[in-house]
C-alpha cells in the first residue's frame, strides 16, 4: 500500500488521538460503519460517532437476538407437535427469562467489547453523541465538540416507523428495539404490520404461548414477495393466529396494562401489549444533509453512486440510511465497498446489488432471490416457471411436510435463473445455490445436471424444480 493509494494522508500527530479534533476518517454509525476499519485504513486517525448502543441494528435489536429467539420458538414448536412422528411429548414451559437473558448474555458483552476497543483502541476514538453536519468536512457533536474529517462515512442506520394514530394515542407500545427485553410474556400480543418484523415476532410469541393477533392494512402478509408465496403463507398464517386484513386503525387506547385497537368497519381488539411493526426509517433527516450537501431520495434514503459515493464530496454513505434493501449483508457488502474506494481512490470498485437475496425467519422459514412473478409479468420479461413441493422428495416425508415449495422462474431462451423463491423448512439454506447460479450466470440444465445432489436431503426439492423448468 502506497501513500498515493491513501491519498497522501499526513503523518499521525505526535498527540494523543483523544486530543485531536481533526480525523483522517468520521464514521457516524457503529454496525456495518464500524467493520469498514479494515487493515488497510487501520492506520487511519478514525472517529466512530455513535449515540445509541454500540454495534447497530443486526447485532442489538435485529438479526442476531431475533434469531436466537426463532431458533428457541423453533424447538418449541418441535415439541409441541411431536405426536405427528408418533413421539408423545408435552411443552411444559416457556420460561422466558431464561430465554432472554441467554441471548442477551451473549449478545451485550460483544456489544460493550466493542465499543471498548473503539473507544480506547489504536487511532480511533469513540463519540458516543449525536451528530450533525455543518458542511462537508466537518461535524457538530451534540456533546458541544466540533470535529472535522478528510473523509466522512455515513452509516447511520434506520430506526422503526411509528405511525401517527400510534404515536398520537398515548398509549404505550413497543418496536423491534423494546419488545425482545420485556419483563414477561403478555398473554394477549397486538402486533400492527404485516411485513417481515411482524410476522417474525408472531412466530416468536406464537410459538411461546402467546395469543397473537396480526393487523395489516394489506390483502395478505409479505406482500413484498412472490404472489405465490404470499398468498401461500397468509393461509398458513391464519391457522396459527388471528389474522386481520385490510385492517385500517382509526383509534387507540390504554395503558400499561392494556390496549384496545379499533377499526374503521366498527371492530376492535384487545390485548395486554401493542407491538409496532410497520417498517424502518433512514436516519437521514437527523443528519442535517442538506449543510453538507447530501442529497436524499423522496423516501428519504441518502442518495449514492455504484461506489457508495454521495452528492458530496468524499462523503460516502452504506447500509439501512441509504439501501432499499435494509439488510445485514448488504451493508456488508457496502461496507467492504467503501473501505476499499477509501484505501484505493484510484481503483474504485462498484457495490453488486444485482442479486440481493432475503430471508423471513418466520414458521414457514421463506427465502428470496431475483425477481417475483408479478415483476416479470410487470416488465414484460419473458419467463417459464415451477413451483415443486418439499412432500415430494423422501426428506419430505421424513418431515411430514405438507406446505413447503421451491418456485423457480427462469428465461426461457437463455436458460437462466430470473427468480427463486423457497417456503419451507432451512429455506435460508437451500436457496444459495440459486443465489450462486443467478451471481455466476450458470444456467438451469448446467446446474441441474453438473453435480450431485445428496439423497435423500432436502436439496433435492431444488433439484426437482430445476429438472422441471421448461427451457432450452
Request: proline share 4%.
Amino acid at each position: 500500500m502506497t501513500a498515493e493509494s491513501l491519498g497522501e494522508l499526513p503523518a499521525l500527530s505526535a498527540t494523543s488521538v483523544a486530543d485531536v479534533t481533526h480525523f483522517d476518517l468520521a464514521v457516524i454509525g457503529s454496525g456495518s460503519g464500524n467493520s469498514l476499519i479494515t487493515a488497510e485504513l487501520a492506520g487511519w486517525r478514525t472517529a466512530v460517532i455513535e449515540e445509541g448502543t454500540f454495534g447497530g441494528t443486526c447485532l442489538n435489536v435485529g438479526c442476531i437476538p431475533t434469531k436466537m429467539y426463532v431458533y428457541a420458538a423453533d424447538v418449541a414448536d418441535t415439541v409441541r407437535h411431536a405426536a405427528r412422528y408418533g413421539i408423545d411429548a408435552t411443552l411444559d414451559d416457556v420460561r422466558w427469562a431464561a430465554v432472554r437473558d441467554r441471548i442477551f448474555g451473549r449478545i451485550d458483552p460483544i456489544s460493550a467489547s466493542g465499543r471498548e476497543y473503539r473507544a480506547h483502541g489504536p487511532n480511533t476514538k469513540l463519540f458516543a453523541t449525536h451528530a450533525e453536519f455543518t458542511d462537508p468536512h466537518t461535524l457538530h457533536l451534540s456533546s458541544g465538540e466540533k470535529l472535522t474529517a478528510d473523509r466522512i462515512v455515513i452509516a447511520a442506520g434506520s430506526r422503526p416507523i411509528v405511525p401517527a394514530v400510534v404515536s398520537a394515542s398515548g398509549v404505550p407500545f413497543h418496536t423491534s428495539d423494546t419488545i425482545m427485553r420485556i419483563e414477561e410474556l403478555p398473554r394477549r400480543l397486538a402486533i400492527l404490520g404485516g411485513g417481515y418484523v411482524a410476522a417474525e415476532f408472531a412466530h416468536i410469541f406464537g410459538a411461546f404461548g402467546v395469543e397473537v393477533t396480526v393487523l395489516a392494512r394489506s390483502r395478505s402478509l409479505l406482500r413484498h414477495l412472490d404472489g405465490e408465496i404470499s398468498r401461500r403463507f397468509t393461509e398458513l398464517a391464519k391457522q396459527r393466529w388471528d389474522v386481520r386484513l385490510e385492517a385500517q386503525v382509526t383509534g387507540i387506547d390504554g395503558d400499561d396494562r392494556r390496549v384496545r385497537l379499533e377499526f374503521a368497519e366498527g371492530s376492535a381488539v384487545d390485548a395486554e401489549a401493542l407491538l409496532v411493526a410497520t417498517g424502518r426509517l433512514p436516519n437521514s433527516d437527523r443528519l442535517a444533509l442538506d449543510q453538507a450537501g447530501v442529497d436524499v431520495h423522496d423516501d428519504a434514503r441518502v442518495v449514492v453512486d455504484g461506489f457508495q459515493r454521495t452528492t458530496a464530496d468524499c462523503v460516502w454513505a452504506l447500509g439501512d440510511v441509504c439501501s432499499p434493501y435494509q439488510l445485514k449483508h448488504v451493508s456488508n457488502h457496502e461496507a467492504k465497498v467503501v473501505a476499499h474506494n477509501l484505501a484505493y481512490p484510484d481503483d474504485p470498485v462498484r457495490a453488486d446489488h444485482r442479486f440481493v437475496p432475503a430471508a423471513v425467519f418466520t414458521h414457514p422459514q421463506i427465502a428470496t432471490v431475483g425477481l417475483t412473478e408479478e415483476q416479470a409479468v410487470d416488465r414484460g420479461i419473458p419467463f417459464v416457471s415451477t413451483t415443486e413441493e418439499y412432500g415430494d422428495t423422501a426428506y419430505g416425508w421424513a418431515m411430514e411436510d405438507t406446505t413447503g415449495v421451491c418456485k423457480l422462474l427462469a428465461d426461457p431462451s437463455t436458460g437462466r435463473l430470473l427468480g427463486a423463491h423457497l417456503m419451507g423448512p432451512q429455506a435460508s439454506s437451500l436457496i444459495q445455490p440459486l443465489i450462486q447460479a443467478m451471481s455466476l450466470g450458470q444456467r438451469v440444465r448446467e446446474l441441474a445436471n453438473s453435480q450431485y445432489w445428496i439423497h435423500p436431503a432436502m436439496i433435492e426439492v431444488v433439484e426437482n424444480a430445476l429438472l422441471n423448468l421448461c427451457v432450452d
